[in-house]
C-alpha cells in the first residue's frame, strides 16, 4: 500500500491510520469535522500522499451515500471499502454508482470500545480480532487481495462471508449483546446511588457496552433490525419463561446451566476450541521485580500462561497471582515453583 485515504477521524478509521502509519504506510485523514481530522492527522503523522490506492470509509453508513461518488472520482482506481456494522444496506447505494462495485469490498472490523473519537484510538486495536469481508460476485480480485492485505497487515484474522450471513451472525453476536448491556444498566436505576457503591465487577462486565453511543446505535439497531428482531423475540420468551417458573428452583438451574453452556460456545484463545484451564495460586511479596521474575520462571521451564489475575489490597504487603495454564503445565510449574522456594498453592 503507498498511500491510504481514511475517510471519517472516529475511533476505527484513526485506530487503522495508527497502525498503517506504524507500518511506513502514509495515510490521508479526511472527516466533515476538521477538528477531528486536524486532531486524527496529528496523531498519525504529517505524511504526504502522493498517490492512494486504497480508500477507507469509515464513517456511518448513513452518511455513505454523501461521500463514496466523490471518493470514487477522485480515486477511481484505488481499492474502496468501509467498516461498517450492517453489509447488505451499503451494497444498495454502491449499485448505484457505475463501475463501483469492481472496486468495492465491505468489510467490517470486530474490534471496537466503548469510547468513541480519534483520542480513543489504538494502533492495536485490530490485533488478533476477527475482521470480516464480504466481496461480491462483481469484486475485482486485485481489490480482494488488498482487503486482505490490509486486515493482515493490521494483524487482524480475515474471514470470508456472504452480506446476508454477517449481518444475521452480528445480529446475534454484538447487535443482541448491545440491547441486552443497556437493558440491564437501565435497571440499575431503580436502585438509590448508594447501592451502586457496592457493586462488584459482574456489573461492570455486564455493562461495560452500555456506555456505546446513542446515536451511534440508534443507526445500526435501525439498519439491521429485521436481523436483530428474531433474537429479541427468543429472549423474551426465555425471560417469560423463566418468570413464570421462578418458583421452581430446578427451572431456575436449568436457565443458568443453558446460560453456562452458551458462555463455554465462544472460542477461546487465537479463535480455538474453549479450554477448561487450571488455575495456580501464587502469594508473591509486594517489592518491585517479583512479577518479572515470576514470568522468567514460566520461561524457564517453557509453560504457557494462558491469562492470569492480580489481586492486591491497598496497605497488604502481600499480592496474588493467578495464572491460568494447561493442567500439565500448572502442574509442572507448581513443582517448579515449589523447589525454588516460591509460596505457590495447590493447582485447582
Known amino acids: 500500500m503507498r498511500g491510504v485515504r481514511v475517510v471519517g477521524s472516529g475511533l476505527i478509521g484513526t485506530s487503522i491510520a495508527l497502525a498503517l502509519s506504524a507500518k511506513g504506510v502514509p495515510v490521508e485523514m479526511i472527516d466533515s469535522d476538521n477538528g477531528r481530522a486536524a486532531l486524527a492527522q496529528d496523531l498519525v503523522g504529517q505524511i504526504a500522499v502522493d498517490r492512494v490506492d486504497l480508500v477507507i470509509l469509515a464513517l456511518p453508513t448513513s452518511q455513505l451515500s454523501l461521500v463514496i461518488k466523490r471518493e470514487y472520482q477522485l480515486n477511481p482506481n484505488a481499492a474502496f471499502i468501509d467498516v461498517g456494522s450492517v453489509k447488505t444496506k451499503p451494497l444498495r447505494e454502491i449499485q448505484n454508482i457505475s463501475g463501483l462495485t469492481h472496486r468495492f469490498c465491505g468489510t467490517h472490523p470486530m474490534a471496537g470500545r466503548e469510547i468513541g473519537g480519534p483520542e480513543a484510538a489504538r494502533s492495536d486495536l485490530f490485533l488478533g480480532r476477527p475482521w470480516i469481508y464480504t466481496p461480491t460476485r462483481d469484486c475485482a480480485e486485485d481489490v480482494i487481495a ?35 448491556a443497556s437493558l440491564l444498566a437501565k435497571q440499575l436505576r431503580l436502585g438509590p446511588e448508594d447501592w451502586l457503591a457496592l457493586a462488584g465487577q459482574g456489573v461492570k462486565d455486564t455493562t461495560r457496552i452500555a456506555a456505546s453511543d446513542p446515536g451511534l446505535w440508534r443507526e445500526i439497531i435501525g439498519m439491521n433490525r429485521e436481523q436483530i428482531r428474531p433474537f429479541l423475540i427468543k429472549m423474551n420468551e426465555d425471560l417469560t419463561h423463566l418468570i413464570s417458573e421462578f418458583d421452581d428452583d430446578a427451572a431456575i438451574e436449568q436457565f443458568i446451566a443453558e446460560g453456562r453452556s452458551g458462555r463455554s460456545m465462544i472460542p477461546g484463545k487465537h479463535g480455538g476450541r474453549p479450554r477448561d484451564y487450571t488455575y495456580l495460586p501464587i502469594v508473591i511479596e509486594d517489592k518491585p521485580g517479583q512479577l518479572a521474575a515470576l514470568f522468567q520462571e514460566c520461561a524457564d521451564v517453557q509453560v504457557n500462561i494462558e491469562d492470569l489475575s492480580i489481586e492486591h489490597s491497598p496497605g ?29 498453592h495447590s493447582p485447582r
Open 316 to 344: 497488604q504487603f502481600t499480592g496474588l497471582i493467578t495464572l491460568a495454564l494447561s493442567r500439565p503445565d500448572a502442574e509442572k510449574l507448581a513443582d517448579h515453583l515449589a523447589n525454588r522456594g516460591w509460596n505457590v
Open 146 to 180: 488488498r482487503v486482505v492485505e490490509l486486515i493482515e497487515v493490521l494483524g487482524a484474522t480475515p474471514i470470508r462471508m456472504s452480506p446476508e450471513e454477517h449481518d444475521l451472525a452480528v445480529a446475534l453476536i454484538s447487535h443482541l449483546p448491545q440491547i441486552s
